[in-house]
């Protein structure tokens, strides 16, 4: 049967990857492509890359780098940070990314994701939201790297791109972005129950008995993490290992 | 003349492809390609796809390329992938649609609702590592059996000739993955985006001279 997926994430800002607390208090993590193989050498089942300065300068630094992982490391690349236009899924496509997450510029101009996907196809078109709890069994869609907030409802919105052609829902919550103490779960099965597309949880792992309680008691498809690989407190494999000794299906 | 045609008709990257395809055969003279002539030239034709397939079929004959890939899945190593493998049937549910007719059989969606034996919901895409049970076939040395392969999709096929099946995985029921006849081998998953059992697998491509 399908292995539900482990998908370290790297930040990545002028050609480093860093890692900050709750969007803010970045530190340097290393060199993105010496990352990337190492994780895949751990049996990463996917990447995902997220520039999140995005800034012009940073354009091309990040090209260079998608391409440099993109050939040597033969597994899924999702990229995202910065995507406003068809074109910039058009140039991430071309430097080796699989898929590309679109973010803000989705709540902004939601069209860009029904252009995207009618062009490239849905299963490289994922959109990530960042949610943030605003009343029990509640959570608002927040832009701009966590600083502006939508008003858009996240479960209604995540509903809403699967009918605009997303692929796939990279959902972060942004109240355990950085805390290590465990994913949304409310928020993950909440979209996840309201979807056909897969639901990558993001925010909050700590722990490797995190990444089992989004899979068993949130319903992700698959699990995102950074700082606990990038740091060396376990590696993807002991992850995997944890994961199948709780009945979860992965990939060994 | 190259070693190995990739057809580009435009739809999607081919990028790992190609890079995957060098990582195995450093030696080899490879071609992203939307010339049909450089299509029936090549020794070896990879005939990869990505999107819906109506798309797919529309961008293959407004490149002209439709002969040149027909000729090529009769009469040398030829290896489909994803949209590449369903394009080979007869008919497609998505868009209601002719295929290239290549092989018998058609291409239908998961249906809606799965549920895994735990009562899960299955999602639809399929996307994700899941295990190939495989046939004998050489394209299959070296690789352990139900090794973990990437899949994107929501169509599969169904040949209605079983002696066409090289592999089935299971979502939650078993569905056709592999097939393979004479020149021609064909797979759902992605093999360059499937790790070390997919870069054995293209490398047995490459390596592969069927008789």
């Known amino acids: ?252 | 003349m190259v070693d190995i045609a990739v057809v580009d008709y435009g739809m999607g990257n081919l990028r790992s492809v190609r890079q995957a395809l060098r990582a195995v055969a450093p030696d080899a003279s490879i071609a992203v390609t939307s010339e049909p002539n450089e299509v029936t030239q090549a020794a070896r034709v990879v005939f990869p796809g990505q999107g819906a397939m109506p798309d797919c079929m529309r961008e293959l004959d407004a490149r002209g390329l439709r002969a040149a890939v027909l000729q090529a899945a009769r009469s040398k190593p030829f290896l489909g992938i994803c949209i590449g493998l369903q394009m080979l049937f007869e008919h497609s549910d998505e868009g209601n649609i002719p295929g290239l007719g290549i092989l018998p059989g058609k291409v239908v969606r998961f249906a809606a609702n799965l549920r895994d034996a735990q009562d899960n919901k299955l999602k639809v895409p399929h996307m994700g590592w899941n295990q190939v049970h495989h046939a004998d076939h050489t394209l299959w040395q070296g690789i352990p059996q139900d090794a973990r392969f990437y899949f994107v999709h929501s169509y599969y096929v169904q040949p209605f000739d079983d002696a066409l099946v090289k592999a089935t995985s299971c979502y939650p029921q078993p569905f056709v993955c592999a097939v393979a006849r004479d020149n021609l081998f064909a797979v759902q998953f992605h093999p360059e985006k499937s790790q070390s059992a997919g870069l054995t697998l293209l490398k047995n491509f490459v390596n592969w001279n069927p008789v």
């Open chain 1, 1 to 252: 049967m399908l292995a539900k997926r482990i998908i370290p994430c790297l930040d990545v800002t002028a050609g480093r990857v860093v890692k900050g607390v709750s969007f803010v208090e970045l530190r340097d993590a290393g060199d993105p492509v010496e990352i990337a193989r190492r994780y895949d050498e751990q049996g990463a089942d996917e990447l995902a890359f997220l520039d999140i300065t995005a800034s012009s300068d940073d354009r091309g630094i990040l090209f260079r780098v998608i391409e440099q992982v993109a050939d040597q490391v033969f597994i899924p690349l999702t990229v995202g940070g910065g995507v406003r236009h068809v074109e910039d899924v058009r140039n991430l496509l071309n430097a080796g990314a699989d898929k590309v997450s679109i973010n803000t510029s989705a709540v902004l101009n939601p069209q860009l994701v029904e252009d995207a996907a009618g062009r490239y196809g849905s299963q490289c078109i994922v959109v990530a939201i960042d949610a943030k709890q605003v009343n029990p069994g509640q959570w608002e869609v927040f832009t701009h790297g966590g600083r502006k907030a939508s008003g858009l409802n996240a479960v209604e919105w995540a509903k809403n791109m699967q009918k605009l052609g997303a692929g796939e829902i990279l959902l972060t919550s942004m109240d355990k972005d950085g805390q290590r103490s465990g994913f949304d779960l409310a928020l993950t099965r909440a979209v996840t129950d309201a979807l056909e597309i897969p639901v990558i949880a993001s925010g909050g792992v700590g722990n490797l008995q995190h990444l089992v309680d989004g899979v068993k008691l949130g319903g992700a498809d698959a699990v995102l993490a950074a700082s606990i690989f990038h740091y060396g407190e376990y590696t993807v494999q002991q992850a995997k290992q944890f994961m199948a000794q709780h009945g979860i299906e992965v990939r060994l």
